[in-house]
């Protein structure tokens, strides 16, 4: 059974720092491109992070570029999301997902050439991790 699943939300004060998890089951992840989301409350979930399978490029919202990393450890079948100075803002559920192909094209990246909040296609999606900045 095909599943990813998220980890490493939780509740953290303005400026800190979280590093959410997405693991892979039932195939393996080398191969495909896989994307973060988040939709806060009363809003569109939007993409916050690629990278491919092909090379490795990463690509960022603007609202997150400098304070969020994305990375991969195909030897854990793991995607990782490292979250620094974090803001109220960033507060939302954070989901990953792929659409089953290498590269970053249709997870709403202005970075990776779509169009603001495109995104389409995903094949499979994690059921989120909830991640609350707040003082």
């Known amino acids: 059974q095909v599943q990813l699943v998220e980890s490493g939300g939780g509740l953290v004060q303005p400026g800190g720092s979280l590093r959410l998890s997405c693991a892979a089951s039932?195939?393996?992840?080398?191969?495909?491109?896989i994307g973060w989301f988040r939709q806060a409350p009363g809003k569109e979930r939007e993409g916050v992070s690629c990278?491919?399978?092909?090379?490795?490029?990463?690509y960022y919202a603007d609202s997150v570029k400098g304070r969020f990393t994305i990375s991969r450890d195909n030897a854990k079948n793991t995607v990782y999301l490292q979250m620094n100075s974090l803001k109220p803002e960033d507060t939302a559920v954070y989901y990953c997902?792929?659409?089953?192909?290498?590269?970053?094209?249709?997870?709403?990246?202005?970075?990776?050439?779509?169009?603001?909040?495109?995104?389409?296609?995903?094949?499979?999606w994690g059921k989120g991790t909830l991640v609350t900045v707040s003082s």
């Open positions: 039932g195939f393996t992840l080398d191969y495909y491109a």
């Open positions: 990278i491919s399978s092909s090379d490795g490029s990463t």
């Open positions: 997902a792929t659409r089953g192909l290498y590269y970053c094209s249709g997870y709403g990246l202005l970075s990776a050439g779509d169009g603001h909040g495109d995104f389409y296609g995903m094949d499979y």
